[in-house]
């Protein structure tokens, strides 16, 4: 069985061994344009959101969510620039306004803004993981390690808030048949 810290250790290594840097492959290359496109996306509903909301909780997670999307997706772009990888369009930025402005019927609530936040870092970190299972450059996978590092730091806040507001999405509970039930 390998040692997760052997395998740590010898992936720096190839960092300062000279090994040449080989180009990017297609795969590496596509999922590096899927994850900017998610990533510029998410800033779009980030945008949405905090024009919606008046919650405080709801606006620092949202403030907090596009701070690490615009950060992630500029060092991706700042890397998708030096390899000669062309920029997804990114959609126009969202003009500001007032949340007693939008009317109720076309709006979205917090329960469902704060869900969708947590949608959209399940998806993040999944394309990441993916990603990196299929890079085949250290400093690719680096990156992809990094980012899903993260996703998932922020996705255990946010998860901490949605079970505080009660609005955590929590699918049945299965129980294999024969086995006794507690009753709550």
């Given at each position: 069985?390998t040692?997760p ?8 290594k190839?960092?300062v ?10 795969g590496?290359?596509?999922s590096?344009?899927t994850y ?8 779009g509903y ?7 909301t008046?919650?405080?909780?709801v ?5 907090n ?14 890397f998708?620039?030096?390899e000669?990888?062309?920029l ?5 930025k ?20 704060a ?28 990156i ?26 929590i699918p049945?509970y ?11």
């Open positions: 069985m040692n810290f052997e395998a740590v250790w010898n992936t720096l190839t960092l061994d000279n090994e040449p840097v080989s180009p990017l492959h297609v590496e290359v596509m590096i344009w900017q496109t998610i990533l510029e996306e998410a800033i980030e945008e949405i959101g905090l024009n919606t008046s919650d405080n909780e606006l620092e997670l949202l403030n969510a596009k701070k690490l999307c615009v950060n992630q997706s500029q060092r991706l772009s700042d998708m620039q030096k000669g990888i062309p997804p369009s990114s959609p126009q969202k003009p500001k306004s007032e949340s007693f402005e939008i009317p109720l019927g076309a709006k979205l609530t917090d329960d469902e803004i869900n969708g936040v947590s949608l959209k870092i399940a998806a993040a970190a999944i394309e990441c993981s993916v990603a990196n299972s299929q890079t085949i450059r250290t400093d690719v996978g680096l992809w390690t990094e980012f899903y590092t993260e996703m998932l730091t922020f996705g255990a806040t946010t998860k901490i808030l949605l079970r505080q507001k009660g609005w955590i999405k049945p299965y129980y294999p048949p024969g086995m006794p039930r507690k009753n709550n």
